[in-house]
T-cell receptor, first 110, second 114 residues
Framework: DVKVTQSSRYLVKRTGEKVFLECVQD?????MFWYRQDPGLGLRLIYF???????EKGDIPEGYSVSREKKERFSLILESASTNQTSMYLCASSLRYEQFFGPGTRLTVL | QQQVKQSPQSLIVQKGGISIINCAYE??????FPWYQQFPGKGPALLIA?????SEKKEGRFTISFNKSAKQFSLHIMDSQPGDSATYFC?????????????FGTGTLLAVQP
């Protein structure tokens, strides 16, 4: 079974802090994705990566950056957290069409 | 043109009833239409998916109906059970591999009452 793990289930940070969300997959998938999930808005793509050190902006990249130094690991970085970044963050990986999701990190920015 | 519109936002169905969730898309280049199921505290998981060369796909109690000319697809859950209570997302994508980006609908919260 594909396993996608995220470093934290719950995270509380203060405005202005730099925040790192880590995601690791164990199936040698080429593609990895970061989404945020908000009620009534569904899942919105922040960034994705289709290879090590390769990244592309999704639909809402403002205020975020990513890093993929190894194939299995994809990190989401909030350079200076703001209250409007309070959300559920989901990581996913895929080989072709099906995306496999992690359990999510619920981030609260105070 | 990249949107996927999903309705209803929430749905209450009695046990044994049929749950129907609808989605509409605009981009005719989409060639893969999955439905994801998400339970509280979990990430979404693929439930069933269809390609535009067929009009219907059935897996157990779950069926996708696809209408290419209307650019609509729907999920039918037959004999709905309380264990089906979850949030359901439709999605669409164009191509695989490096271009495998999914465009998700806004989600439907399904509650199946015993």
């Amino acid at each position: 079974d594909v396993k996608v793990t995220q470093s934290s289930r719950y995270l509380v940070k203060r405005t202005g802090e730099k925040v790192f969300l880590e995601c690791v997959q164990d199936m040698d998938h080429e593609n990895m994705f970061w989404y945020r999930q908000d009620p009534g808005l569904g899942l919105r793509l922040i960034y994705f990566s289709y290879d090590v050190k390769m990244k592309e902006k999704g639909d809402i990249p403002e205020g975020y950056s990513v890093s993929r130094e190894k194939k299995e690991r994809f990190s989401l970085i909030l350079e200076s957290a703001s209250t409007n970044q309070t959300s559920m963050y989901l990581c996913a990986s895929s080989l072709r069409y099906e995306q496999f999701f992690g359990p999510g990190t619920r981030l609260t920015v105070l | 043109q990249q949107q996927v519109k999903q309705s209803p936002q929430s749905l209450i169905v009695q046990k044994g009833g049929i749950s129907i969730i609808n989605c509409a898309y605009e981009n005719t280049a989409f060639d893969y239409f999955p439905w994801y199921q998400q339970f509280p505290g979990k990430g979404p998981a693929l439930l069933i998916a269809i390609r535009p060369d067929v009009s219907e796909k059935k897996e157990g109690r779950f069926t996708i109906s696809f209408n290419k000319s209307a650019k609509q697809f729907s999920l039918h859950i037959m004999d709905s059970q309380p264990g089906d209570s979850a949030t359901y997302f439709c999605a669409a994508s164009k191509g695989g591999g490096a271009t495998n980006k999914l465009i998700f609908g806004t989600g439907t919260l399904l509650a199946v009452q015993p």
